[in-house]
């Protein structure tokens, strides 16, 4: 595919994580903005998601943040963004997240990292987007998850072809030849998400 104008990333909002996980946070923001990739993501300054948005704002990159209300009262937004959009719910958020991307990147995180990425997954799988999605496995802190995925094919709750609704890389370095070895996109941009 061409290099995206825009890419959400997933990933986590927790500070107490390893160095190696906040490097790679802060190697992506600053790889978005030196290619001139606007960055979506969930509007949070803490954690990987500060790192990661604080590196792209370095670079001069563009970084656009969608934030629920819920959240944003807890004061954990970050201030300093292009746009920040403040909505009404989780779901909001999501659905925005992916009208305004072309493609998804998915670091380490937790809970609220597995729900984003798993719901992209999804709706890729039901054909409501097949935009590229790459999975980070920094340190190989996603290997239980595809080992749970491939476990999922071998019982048969997913297809062998559900193996190829992503891409793996080890490092941050190798997510942009990723993107580019991924097909364009071809649901038509009208397609309505759920």
């Known amino acids: 595919m061409k290099t995206p104008n825009s890419v959400c990333v997933y990933c986590g909002s927790s500070s107490r994580v390893a160095d190696v996980h906040k490097a790679a946070a802060h190697a992506l923001g600053a790889g978005l903005a030196e ?7 969930g509007g949070g300054r803490v954690g990987l998601m500060g790192i990661l948005a604080d590196a792209a704002i370095a670079g001069h990159g563009e970084v656009v943040g969608i934030i629920p209300e819920h959240i944003k009262v807890m004061e954990v937004e970050h201030t300093g963004l292009a746009e920040l959009h403040v909505v ?18 998915v670091l380490p995180g937790g809970m609220g990292t597995l729900d984003e990425a798993f719901e992209v997954l999804t709706w890729k799988q039901l054909r409501l987007h097949d935009k590229p999605v790459v999975i ?11 080992a749970l995925i491939e476990n999922m094919v071998e019982e048969g709750f997913c297809r062998e072809e559900h193996r190829r609704l992503f891409t793996v890389v080890n490092r941050v ?13 071809s649901v038509p941009a009208e397609t309505k998400w759920l």
């Open 35 to 41: 290619r001139g990739i606007r960055l979506v993501y």
């Open 88 to 105: 009404d719910s989780m779901h909001t958020r999501k659905r925005m997240m992916v009208e305004r991307s072309d493609a998804f990147i």
């Open 136 to 146: 980070v496995d920094v340190e190989g802190y996603w290997a239980p998850l595809l």
């Open 173 to 185: 370095e190798d997510v942009f030849a990723a993107l580019e070895r991924a097909p364009e996109p």
